[in-house]
């Protein structure tokens, strides 16, 4: 196809900024990179698709959209390169004042890979999407909230409830203070799973039923899916198998709500 060939659309699919106007896009699934901080999981660089076909509705049929930087001799489209890269952290950065970032950000708009581009072809897998500067200012701003929240939970936490706590997380340390110490960097780097663990209502049984596990008074018995006394084996609770279940949880939530006698008497048991 000739340049003039392309983006032949109708004046209502137009998409310009403004001189002082900036627009940011970001590639999708970047992921931090838990070994290297500060760094995130993402190709080196991601080249763009410079054409692309989209449905105008005015006109009721599908034009080929390209981004093209300029036509050579012959009138053959030289397409722009638009690259998202790990230099970057994924995004791509577009101001109005820049007649280059105007032919991109035209293209990126009405682009079937653009996430947020509410009329694509939704049989096109997205590929980036427009940020929306505000809403994650507000998102950050109530992650951070959060965050405060949860470590000045973790610091007030009395040692009984630091432990039930420390124990519902997968955290062991040998001395209080690197319990506490554990709980406040995981309450900073995951608050609402720290979160969800302190306020929930079956903890204490929970901390109860594992340490009742641990001094082999209580046992899992994985061949049945049941929790059973370990002198008698007498059938406690049987559960269904499920990928992720939090199985000592389950039981501690039944015994509380159905069988309250059995729960005392495994605490009892303890001592």
Partial sequence: MKASEYNQFSPALKKTMKPDERATYRILNVKPDNDNPGKFLMPSAYQIRPTDVVYDKMKN???????IERQDNDGNPVFLNIVFTSANMGYLFLNGSNPVH???????ELSNYN???KDRNMEY???FYRVDNKKE???ERQMRKLIVKAVNIALDLDDK???EVALALGIDAESMEEIRNLLEDYAGDEPEEFMAVVERSSLESE?????????????????ESAFMWAETEKEIYKYKK?????????LAEYLEENNPNELNAIKTRLG
């Fill in 115 to 117: 996430e947020s581009n």
């Fill in 61 to 67: 049929d599908f034009v080929t959209i390209a981004a």
């Fill in 137 to 139: 200012a507000m998102e």
């Fill in 102 to 108: 105007q032919k991109i950000y035209q293209y990126l």
């Fill in 125 to 127: 897998e997205a590929v």
């Fill in 207 to 223: 901390s109860v039923l594992k340490e009742a596990i641990k001094q082999g008074i209580i046992k899992n018995n994985v061949q």
């Fill in 242 to 250: 499920s990928a992720g279940k939090n199985y000592v949880k389950e």
């Fill in 161 to 163: 409830k630091a432990k």
